[in-house]
C-alpha cells in the first residue's frame, strides 16, 4: 500500500470494516498480520477504556515502539477509527489466545472519569459490536451471559 507523508492528508475509509469508521493505520510491528477467520476463528469481541483521548489512542497504535493495538477506536463524540483490518490480529487483550480470537474495541475516556462514556458512546459502541457479531462472532458471548439469573437468556 503506498503511505502519503506524514500529515498531508485526512485519514481515509478503510474498505473492509465498519461502516463510516475513518481508517487510522497501526504500526505493522504493534500487530500481527493474518488471514482471520480462516487462519484463526475469532469468536470474542474484547472491549477496552484507552486510558486516552482517541487520538493519542491512535498515536499509540501507531508508534512503531509500543507493541499494543486494537481493531477500533470509539470517541466520546460517535467517531471511529478502525486501526487493524479484522483480519489481522491485535494485540490487545494480554495474551496471544485471546489475541487470536478477538477484535478489540478502545473507547476513549479513563474508567474513573464517566464523563467521557457519553450516550452517543455507548450508540455507536453497541452498533460496531453488532456489526462484528454479524461478521463472526457468535451471540451468545456477552454481558446478558454475565448478568442477574433473571436476565440471562
Known amino acids: 500500500m503506498r503511505r502519503r507523508p506524514r500529515g498531508t492528508a485526512r485519514a481515509r475509509p478503510f474498505p473492509d470494516g465498519f461502516p463510516g469508521a475513518e481508517w487510522a493505520p497501526a504500526h505493522p510491528s504493534n500487530y500481527t498480520s493474518a488471514r482471520r477467520p480462516w487462519s484463526h476463528p475469532i469468536d470474542h469481541v474484547v472491549i477496552h477504556v484507552a486510558q486516552e483521548t482517541y487520538r493519542d489512542t491512535i498515536g499509540v497504535f501507531a508508534d512503531r515502539a ?13 467517531r471511529v477509527a478502525q486501526c487493524l483490518r479484522d483480519a489481522d490480529i491485535g494485540w490487545h487483550a494480554g495474551d496471544w489466545d485471546h489475541n487470536t480470537r ?4 478502545e473507547h476513549e475516556g479513563w ?10 458512546m455507548y450508540e455507536r459502541s453497541a452498533e460496531l459490536t453488532a456489526y462484528l457479531c454479524g461478521w463472526s462472532t457468535p451471540s451468545e458471548h456477552g454481558s446478558r451471559d454475565q448478568g442477574p439469573p433473571a436476565l440471562r437468556r
Open 66 to 78: 509500543r507493541e499494543v493495538s486494537a481493531h477500533y477506536v470509539v470517541a466520546a463524540d460517535g
Open 111 to 120: 474508567v474513573d472519569r464517566p464523563e467521557w462514556f457519553t450516550d452517543t
Open 102 to 105: 478477538s477484535i478489540g474495541i
